[in-house]
């Protein structure tokens, strides 16, 4: 009996040694993810220099277009 005591306290100190782990891991999993909607918030710029470029082009082609 005492070493199935034993057991189910290991057992118990391991839960609850996951859930702090658990705990941890989500709240470095927020804040990650928090850094990153910041970035992409306040930090704009990346995003729509994509964007300009493809108009860009479309202008050259209507200029070639003209050309032709």
Excluded: N
Aim: with cysteine; aromatic share 4%; proline share 10%.
């Amino acid at each position: 009996m005492v070493a199935v005591r034993r057991k189910l306290l290991t057992a118990q100190k391991m839960r609850k040694i996951y859930r702090r782990v658990k705990s941890v891991c989500l709240s470095v999993c927020l804040s990650v993810c928090l850094c990153k909607v910041d970035t992409i918030l306040f930090i704009p710029h990346p995003p729509p220099s994509p964007q300009p470029s493809p108009r860009g082009r479309g202008r050259e082609g209507q200029g070639e277009r003209e050309y032709q």
